[in-house]
């Protein structure tokens, strides 16, 4: 065989595993590419349903009032003196645990809905709503207050503090319908007068009902 025959032989080896040791590299980067999906910023967080056993977590921002329970004697009064009814549709602003709520379905036969930012409190009302044997005609939302709508309650109840009330005192007078009541533990609505101030061990409790025209001093 002559010399120049078999350059050209060792040539062509050398190109052939050349090339086979590119496809080789090649292969094993596009099974990197398919072993390992790309992450997007878009992808959609995990949630807590989507992470069993997780805790709560805590509120996105810090609530405008701190967790205080109302005692349940106040609690009765509150109720009492809303006259609630069985067809009665009872919001709690700042619901914490849901015993407002939770007390007014199991003695009043009452559906209602208890709302709270924090979702600590909402997952610890719900589990009481289900020993209390209530689930069915209460509800729990992890909420901003001053989003929710309130168009069909009948009664209102609130524990919140003096500036909360006042700053959400236009949206009930907004929202909610001629002759619907609103209690308050321990704080008033400013210039709107109550109709009655009763005193529970030591607390007192305030009722308001919503006029059908609304005086210019309250807007």
């Known amino acids: 065989m002559s010399f120049q025959r078999m350059l050209v032989i060792l040539a062509a080896s050398i190109g052939s595993i050349g090339l086979g040791l590119i496809g080789y590299s090649q292969m094993r980067e596009l099974d990197t590419q398919t072993a390992q999906p ?112 309130l168009r069909d309650a009948t009664v209102v109840t609130l524990y919140l503090l003096p500036q909360i009330n006042l700053r959400l005192r236009p949206k009930l007078l907004s929202e909610l319908k001629p002759g619907t009541r609103i209690v308050s533990h321990a704080f008033d609505m400013g210039n709107w007068k109550p109709e009655k101030v009763v005193r529970v061990d030591g607390r007192t409790i305030y009722l308001w009902t919503v006029p059908e025209r609304v005086p210019a001093s309250l807007r």
Do not use: C, H, W
């Not at 069993?52 to 109302?70: I, M």
């Not at 407002?100 to 199991?106: E, F, L, M, P, R």
């Not at 209390?132 to 939302?141: I, K, T, Y």
């Open 38 to 149: 790309a992450v997007t910023s878009q992808a959609p967080p995990l949630t807590q349903d989507s992470q069993p056993g997780k805790l709560p977590q805590a509120p996105e921002r810090t609530p405008d009032v701190p967790y205080v329970p109302t005692p349940q004697a106040v609690v009765d009064e509150m109720l009492r003196l809303a006259n609630v009814q069985q067809n009665d549709r009872l919001y709690d602003l700042g619901s914490g645990d849901g015993r407002i709520v939770i007390t007014a379905a199991k003695q009043y036969g009452v559906s209602g809905i208890g709302v709270d930012i924090d979702p600590r409190r909402v997952q610890e009302a719900n589990e009481n709503a289900r020993q209390a044997g209530v689930s069915d005609r209460v509800e729990f939302r992890q909420q901003d207050l001053f989003q929710t709508d």
